[in-house]
């Protein structure tokens, strides 16, 4: 069964430092999705794209965050610093399109400690 | 914006039935989805309803009335392995907003 990968799994950083996670949406997936998942919340979209395009990224730190996914496939997502307050789970899903976005696979997620 | 309510917390023993309510307030609504989190795991995708009415997949159904802006997930032959955490999602123009979930925890 396909799955949506991401890496890695854990990750430790001082703060001012920089992070990059990585995402490999299921095969033929169109729409990748980051979340941001703290302890006790529901996942809070951080950026959603269209193929290699950007749909939404209202909720981006866009001072510190990046995302991209240059050739429609696989995604990197970046923070430049870290902040105390970043610590959370980042997950990666992905839609067969964004009209079936009800319907998304979730990675198991970048659990992101910073100290 | 939107707004989603759903209990905090249910408590149940295996074998019982339990109803997760979710009401919601939000505008360009699509439909309303259902995920499964188990501690330390990611969201696992469990139903969609974009029309009123009730869709039965296995010990799972799910219902939706677009009119009273509410749903619920509905857990049959409760079992141990059922322990996780439930969200409810809207889907309204094209984003997928959750809720804050529900803890179920089935007792022996």
């Known amino acids: 069964e396909a799955e949506v990968a991401q890496s890695p799994r854990y990750k430790i950083t001082e703060k001012s430092q920089a992070v990059a996670f990585w995402c490999d949406p299921i095969s033929g997936h169109a729409t990748l999705y980051w979340y941001r998942q703290i302890l006790g919340q529901g996942p809070e979209l951080l950026v959603q794209?269209?193929?290699?395009?950007?749909?939404?990224d209202s909720q981006l730190p866009k001072d510190r965050f990046s995302a991209e996914r240059l050739k429609g496939v696989d995604s990197t997502l970046k923070i430049q610093p870290a902040e105390l307050g970043d610590s959370a789970m980042y997950l990666c899903?992905?839609?067969?399109?964004?009209?079936?976005?009800?319907?998304?696979?979730f990675g198991p997620g970048t659990r992101l400690t910073v100290t | 914006g939107q707004s989603l309510e759903q209990p905090s917390e249910v408590t149940a023993v295996e074998g019982a039935i339990v109803q997760i309510n979710c009401t919601y307030q939000t505008s360009g609504f699509y439909g309303l989805s259902w995920y499964q989190q188990h501690d330390g795991g990611a969201p696992t995708f469990l139903s969609y309803n974009a029309l009123d009415g009730l869709e039965e997949t296995g010990r799972f159904s799910s219902f939706l009335s677009r009119s009273d802006s509410y749903g619920y997930l509905l857990l049959q032959e409760l079992q141990m392995k059922d322990s996780a955490s439930y969200f409810c999602?809207?889907?309204?123009?094209?984003?997928?907003?959750f809720g804050a979930g529900t803890t179920v925890t089935v007792r022996a």
């Open positions: 899903a992905s839609s067969r399109t964004n009209r079936q976005q009800g319907e998304q696979y």
């Open positions: 794209f269209q193929d290699e395009s950007v749909v939404d």
């Open positions: 999602a809207v889907t309204n123009d094209y984003k997928l907003s």
